[in-house]
């Protein structure tokens, strides 16, 4: 099988192919097709991936181009992790939000709009070169904001276009393991959209465990959800929120923190991954090495102000090995050889969540097999998280509108909604600041 990586330059990439190299299985990825716009990324990366297959035999070939439609012609699998403006954009959606007072993480808030409205007019494209080069392919996307971007792509390849994220799988794996479960027997209750949902309950052998960590106070603040909202916010919850929640239940002091960091997350990503490529043109380093070292000190550092602000202190070291990449080799295995499984993922709704119509893409449990990812039906959320999904719901549409006209007061409208923006008229600096700085915003008229 082919798989082809958008992004291919992109600092994680190996993460995805240590995953492949450990499946030995029939119908397995042989063929990796490297994409990016930066010849000298694909070269540090290529050399990265040569130095893990070095001992394991047979393992997948590896090729870079930065021809983007010789990249998915024949791809049985596209992978999408691109990054439309690269981490300098990044930095900049960060301090363009920071200096009007608002959050400008790249997912959720104006960070989260301003990299959406960049990112799909690109994603779009590649969504239709994919259905005229690879009409038989499926596109597992990573491209942040996810959930935003697949219902994007949906809109051109249907259910083909499969979200992925690893804060869900994060999430229950921990929760599992302080309850003594094993992660693989139990089944998670997670619904939401992309980085804003809720575990509302735990399933093993039948019986949810969920209640007995909320009635535990000890056993609740032992693991980083609970050092990072608190025990008591978690019970008054009944539920244990995504960690991205922590940007909107702890919005004001999460916004003061960074902004008085001397980096914000995008500058010092920026910087450090500069140091890596740059190392990567020495011939004499050890890429892998390099890589590893970089990782690590990319991963402990990870939400580093939101646990500042909490006091919750260094992350476990049970928490510094990603997981995506094994969400995204379980979703090929499943869709290959139709080896059925259970992975949360976004997907569209096709009337799982009532609240929401069948085409709006949302962050649940999927039963996978060869025909795809198909949504689980989920109970109805309470109010507070119905109208926290709803609203932003909301806005993830009219930046999709405001994409597809190029419409500026579409764009205002957007972030004007958003629940972490409080002024029209600091939505209207927003868009005037970020298209200052982002070229790729110059189709808003």
């Known amino acids: 099988?082919?798989?082809?990586?958008?992004?291919?330059?992109?600092?994680?990439?190996?993460?995805?192919?240590?995953?492949?190299?450990?499946?030995?299985?029939?119908?397995?990825?042989?063929?990796?097709?490297?994409?990016?716009?930066?010849d000298s990324r694909l070269y540090a990366v290529a050399r990265v991936l040569a130095e893990q297959a070095a001992t394991v035999p047979d393992a997948p070939t590896v090729t870079a181009t930065?021809?983007?439609?010789?990249?998915?012609?024949?791809?049985?699998?596209?992978?999408?992790?691109?990054?439309?403006?690269?981490?300098?954009?990044?930095?900049?959606?960060?301090?363009?939000?920071?200096?009007?007072?608002?959050?400008?993480?790249?997912t959720v808030g104006a960070g989260g709009i301003a990299y959406g409205l960049r990112t799909v007019p690109v994603a779009v494209d590649i969504a239709r070169r994919v259905a005229r080069l690879a009409p038989d392919a499926w596109v597992i996307n990573f491209t942040n904001p996810a959930g935003l971007v697949t219902e994007a792509m949906s809109r051109h390849l249907g259910d083909r276009v499969i979200g992925i994220c690893?804060?869900?799988?994060?999430?229950?794996?921990?929760?599992?393991?302080v309850l003594g479960a094993n992660p693989r027997e139990a089944f998670i209750d997670y619904v939401g959209l992309n980085h804003l949902g809720w575990v509302r309950g735990l399933r093993v052998a039948g019986r949810d465990e969920l209640p007995r960590l909320l009635a535990d106070p000890d056993l609740l603040g032992s693991f980083e959800e609970g050092k990072l909202f608190g025990t008591d916010w978690l019970q008054s919850l009944g539920a244990i929120p995504n960690e991205y929640l922590h940007y909107y239940y702890f919005n004001r002091e999460t916004?003061?923190?960074?902004?008085?960091?001397?980096?914000?997350?995008?500058?010092?990503?920026?910087d450090q991954q500069a140091r890596f490529y740059d190392e990567m043109k020495r011939p004499d380093t050890s890429a892998l090495t390099a890589w590893d070292r970089t990782r690590a000190e990319r991963e402990a550092?990870?939400?580093?102000?939101?646990?500042?602000?909490?006091?919750?202190?260094?992350?476990?070291?049970?928490?510094?090995s990603g997981g995506y990449e094994k969400v995204a080799l379980a979703l090929m295995r499943a869709i290959a050889r139709d080896e059925r499984t259970t992975l949360i993922l976004n997907v569209r709704n096709q009337g799982a969540l009532s609240v929401l119509d069948s085409d709006a893409v949302i962050e649940v449990p999927c039963l996978v097999d060869a025909n795809g990812a198909h949504p689980v039906a989920v109970a109805p959320l309470p109010d507070h998280a119905t109208g926290l999904v709803c609203a932003v719901k909301g806005v993830e549409r009219e930046v999709l509108t405001a994409a597809e006209n190029g419409s500026r007061t579409t764009a205002v409208k957007a972030f004007s909604l958003h629940p972490l923006v409080d002024s029209v008229n600091v939505a209207r600096r927003l868009v005037e600041g970020y298209t200052e700085v982002?070229?790729?915003?110059?189709y808003l008229k």
């Open 1 to 38: 099988m082919k798989l082809t990586i958008l992004g291919g330059g992109g600092f994680r990439v190996p993460l995805v192919y240590g995953a492949l190299l450990t499946d030995r299985g029939e119908g397995r990825v042989t063929e990796v097709v490297l994409h990016d716009l930066d």
């Open 66 to 106: 930065t021809d983007l439609d010789e990249a998915l012609r024949g791809a049985d699998f596209v992978f999408s992790a691109i990054r439309v403006g690269g981490l300098e954009g990044r930095a900049d959606d960060e301090r363009v939000a920071l200096a009007e007072g608002v959050l400008g993480q790249e």
């Open 166 to 177: 690893d804060s869900p799988v994060g999430l229950g794996r921990r929760i599992a393991k």
């Open 255 to 270: 916004v003061r923190a960074y902004t008085e960091v001397e980096k914000t997350r995008g500058a010092f990503l920026r």
């Open 301 to 320: 550092t990870y939400m580093a102000e939101n646990r500042e602000t909490a006091g919750a202190g260094e992350r476990d070291e049970d928490d510094l």
């Open 438 to 442: 982002h070229p790729g915003l110059a």
